[in-house]
């Protein structure tokens, strides 16, 4: 099985100072509160999103849900991860991709977990809507661990060293909205 977790840091230019990207890139792993008995399929997916203001972090949402088949990757882009991210099976374990670009189709596999390893992948982006122009600028942490549906436990993803990681925050990109 297939554990999941992933976190959005969404942030404005007011803090984007380095006293707040600290306490940004500080958060790397949550609890997830699921009922083990709950738990169906081969993906459990829990997805957070906090929002940083001058005044401190503040969860703005959090949600928790088993995936089936249709969420592996097949070969067209979907959205049950979101852009940038997909899961695959592979013939050992597996295989996290990862696309910097979506509309180029560059999704490269980044690495394959076998049961009892985990994986992190972490990139930032930015966006701004066509009513505002405001950026919002997104921190976005993947955790990933593959085990046993019963070693599921809340604070699953507190791995400060997973065995694969991959970050890519080299520049922030501009999303086409």
Same mark, same amino acid.
């Given at each position: 099985?297939?554990?999941?977790q +992933?976190i959005?840091?969404i942030?404005?230019?007011?803090?984007? @100072?380095? @006293?707040?990207?600290?306490?940004r890139?500080a958060?790397k792993f949550?609890?997830?509160?699921?009922?083990k008995?709950?738990?169906? #399929?081969?993906?459990?997916?829990?997805r957070?999103?906090?929002v940083?203001?001058?005044?401190?972090l503040?969860?703005?949402?959090?949600?928790t849900?088993?995936? @089936?088949?249709?969420?592996?990757?097949? @070969?067209k882009?979907?959205?049950?991860?979101?852009?940038?991210?997909?899961?695959g099976r592979?013939?050992?374990?597996?295989?996290?991709l990862?696309?910097d670009?979506?509309?180029r #189709?560059?999704i490269?596999?980044r690495?394959v977990?076998?049961?009892?390893?985990?994986g992190?992948?972490?990139?930032?982006?930015?966006y701004s809507?066509?009513?505002?122009?405001?950026w919002?600028?997104?921190l976005?942490?993947?955790?990933?661990?593959c085990?046993?549906?019963e +070693?599921?436990?809340p604070k699953?993803?507190?791995i400060?060293?997973?065995?694969?990681?991959?970050?890519d925050?080299?520049?922030?990109r501009y999303? #086409?909205f």
């Amino acid at each position: 099985m297939l554990f999941v977790q +992933r976190i959005d840091v969404i942030y404005t230019k007011a803090v984007r @100072g380095g @006293g707040y990207a600290n306490t940004r890139r500080a958060i790397k792993f949550l609890p997830v509160e699921f009922d083990k008995a709950d738990i169906t #399929g081969e993906i459990l997916f829990d997805r957070a999103a906090i929002v940083q203001t001058p005044n401190g972090l503040k969860e703005q949402s959090h949600k928790t849900k088993p995936l @089936g088949e249709n969420a592996f990757f097949d @070969g067209k882009f979907s959205d049950f991860f979101g852009e940038r991210v997909f899961i695959g099976r592979g013939e050992s374990g597996f295989e996290i991709l990862y696309t910097d670009k979506k509309q180029r #189709g560059y999704i490269k596999s980044r690495f394959v977990l076998k049961n009892g390893e985990s994986g992190r992948i972490i990139y930032n982006e930015r966006y701004s809507c066509w009513d505002s122009p405001v950026w919002n600028y997104y921190l976005t942490t993947f955790n990933f661990v593959c085990d046993e549906k019963e +070693r599921f436990k809340p604070k699953l993803f507190y791995i400060k060293e997973p065995d694969f990681t991959f970050n890519d925050m080299k520049q922030l990109r501009y999303s #086409g909205f």
